[in-house]
């Protein structure tokens, strides 16, 4: 398929996980794409697999508003245009509240949910020339609780209604803007997570495919939010879960 030949997509976070993956599926479909990240090294590992002369790497920290500003005007200044945003940066800090610092809720709210605010504020401009979207990476975390997530289930609730307000807010400017929720997804962040059997074996009961994600079934699935397939498609928080959000808590009776 080629449907982003001639777009221009920027992905923060870009350098490894779900950003990566997102980053070569569309340039897979034509896309000119623009890495970001706090990297260089891995960006440009990324960018290294990508066809030549489509992607640029910017090293950017989205939790200044600064770092965002010129990433996005190096985005237009190098491609003319900005199609798709895709804000996949992130960080978690675990434990109870009781046991967090300050410090801990200012890094995840600084990436987590700032580095979002920057990035659309920062974009939308550029997207209603283009007709664009944008789409949020929140999470399961952010439809609901986890134990010991209390900070990282604030960051990733705020963007989720931040996305429904946003796309209230703008498309009659003629862009959509939504947000992909995945569950356990295989990246550097849960790669400890998945040397746990025990832990492991919990979440294959929880979720009724019995395993956790990839991080390309999450971009695939954040292509399609961006592609003309998904047209009518906007302020929607779409769970990639494989059916965990299905379940009403309860475990397996048999």
């Not at 605010?117 to 920062?122: E, K, L, S, V």
């Not at 944008?134 to 931040?162: C, M, R």
């Not at 928080?237 to 494989?242: M, Y």
């Amino acid at each position: 398929m080629t449907r982003f030949n001639d777009k221009v997509v920027l992905v923060t976070g870009a350098g490894s996980g779900i950003g990566a993956a997102t980053a070569k599926r569309f340039a897979a479909e034509g896309a000119r794409v623009v890495l970001a990240g706090r990297t260089q090294d891995k960006l440009d590992r990324v960018a290294a697999s990508l066809p030549a002369g489509k992607s640029m790497a910017r090293v950017a920290d989205v939790s200044r508003q600064s770092d965002v500003e010129a990433l996005v005007t190096d985005t237009v200044r190098q491609f003319g245009r900005l199609d798709v945003l895709v804000n996949n940066a992130g960080v978690a800090v675990e434990g109870r509240i009781t046991e967090s610092s300050a410090d801990d809720w200012k890094k995840v709210m600084s990436t987590d949910l700032d580095g979002v605010f920057y990035c659309c504020r920062a974009a939308i401009p550029e997207l209603i020339k283009t007709g664009g979207s944008i789409i949020n990476v929140s999470s399961v975390s952010g439809l609901g609780g986890d134990w010991a997530l209390s900070i990282y289930n604030a960051a990733k609730g705020a963007v989720t209604n931040f996305t429904r307000a946003l796309a209230m807010d703008h498309g009659r400017d003629g862009i959509r803007i939504n947000a992909v929720c995945p569950s356990l997804t295989r990246t550097d962040m849960t790669e400890d997570m998945y040397q746990k059997p025990e832990l492991m074996a919990k979440f294959a009961e929880r979720i009724p495919l019995g395993r956790g994600a990839e991080p390309e079934e999450v971009a695939d699935v954040i292509a399609f939010l961006a592609s003309h397939d998904a047209r009518f498609v906007n302020g929607v928080n779409l769970p990639v879960d494989g059916g965990l959000s299905a379940s009403n808590g309860q475990p397996p009776m048999s």
